[in-house]
């Protein structure tokens, strides 16, 4: 059986009151920045849902992802948009970081 070559890590992010041209803008930019880290990883969001952006990404991007994010919170469009949490499975993404919301 072949060995895996990366870990599949689920980012839970808060985007409140970030326009929808921004947020594209913004999975964009993540987008790029897993794939610097594994070539060949398709990121992916998974959900979105009343400003709770949950996406696919390879655990060796997870630092460089919240760097970023950091950078970008000077920027206006982006400075209310901060990293809710990680998980390792969408079903604890979503029981340990979006019980407040309808994410389904």
Excluded: W
């Amino acid at each position: 059986m072949p060995v895996k070559q990366y870990r599949v890590r689920y980012l839970v992010l808060k985007m409140e009151n970030v326009p929808i041209e921004e947020r594209r803008r913004l999975v964009e930019l993540l987008k790029n920045e897993c794939e610097k880290h594994q070539p060949g990883f398709r990121f992916k969001v998974v959900r979105e849902t009343r400003g709770i952006l949950i996406a696919k990404c390879p655990h060796k991007a997870v630092p460089s992802m919240r760097s970023l994010l950091n950078r970008l919170a000077a920027d206006q469009p982006f400075s209310s948009v901060q990293i809710i949490g990680v998980s390792g499975t969408l079903k604890k993404a979503i029981r340990k970081f979006c019980h407040d919301t309808d994410v389904e």
